[in-house]
T-cell receptor
Framework: NAGVMQNPRHLVRRRGQEARLRCSPM?????VYWYRQLPEEGLKFMVY????????ESGMPKERFSAEFPKEGPSILRIQQVVRGDSAAYFC???????????FGDGTRLSIL | GDSVTQMEGPVTLSEEAFLTINCTYT??????LFWYVQYPGEGLQLLLK?????DKGSNKGFEATYRKETTSFHLEKGSVQVSDSAVYFC???????????FGKGTRLSVIA
């Protein structure tokens, strides 16, 4: 059974470029969460999606950040016009039914030059 | 809003020592509580969980008991190994299919 797959594992971008982070949930999971981890910090919730729907985006910055989870294909977290402060590890977690815990991917480590 | 507070690290222990990592929470309802572990360069792995008061979660020699009266979920292990070196995160969830709220993490280093 494949776990949560994230790619790329490492992503380097220059200021002003776009970053696209992908997440394929575990088989059978239809709930996806994105979290951001700054150095030496815990994970902070960004957005919660189900297929074709954003359920809760209260943790996501209003500008430059967007997320989708299309009917087919992975969930995408998109950061436009990246700045140095976007450097972090971005983790995706998926969940099946409400009685199951979230399972995490290995993360994408984003570095902004 | 909900929050989780865990003891600051780093914690350095000798092999076979007893481990306690304190975790307390603030929540309006009756959350589920979790401990996740993160090894270097990897994502978070669920270590154990408890869904109601007085539940004890256990896995790989680690234990934590859901204490509603003290709003705590302290992680314990009787005898740590070098391979337990990692960052440990305490977290809560208000209910199913809701975001997790994490503590800042506690880095554990176990030396031989």
């Amino acid at each position: 059974n494949a776990g949560v797959m994230q790619n790329p594992r490492h992503l380097v971008r220059r200021r002003g470029q776009e970053a696209r982070l992908r997440c394929s949930p575990m088989k059978g999971h239809s709930h996806v969460y994105w979290y951001r981890q700054l150095p030496e910090e815990g994970l902070k919730f960004m957005v919660y999606l189900q297929k074709e729907n954003i359920i809760d985006e209260s943790g996501m910055p209003k500008e430059r950040f967007s997320a989708e989870f299309p009917k087919e294909g992975p969930s995408i977290l998109r950061i436009q016009q990246v700045v140095r402060g976007d450097s972090a590890a971005y983790f995706c977690a998926s969940e099946g039914s409400s009685n199951q815990p979230q399972h995490f991917g290995d993360g994408t480590r984003l570095s902004i030059l | 809003g909900d929050s989780v507070t865990q003891m600051e690290g780093p914690v350095t222990l000798s092999e076979e020592a007893f481990l306690t990592i304190n975790c307390t929470y603030t929540a309006t309802g009756y959350p589920s509580l979790f401990w996740y572990v993160q090894y270097p360069g990897e994502g978070l792995q669920l270590l154990l969980k408890a869904t109601k008061a007085d539940d004890k979660g256990s896995n790989k020699g680690f234990e934590a008991t859901y204490r509603k009266e003290t709003t705590s979920f302290h992680l314990e292990k009787g005898s740590v190994q070098v391979s337990d070196s990692a960052v440990y995160f305490c977290a809560l969830s208000d209910s199913g299919n809701t975001p997790l709220v994490f503590g800042k993490g506690t880095r554990l280093s176990v030396i031989a």
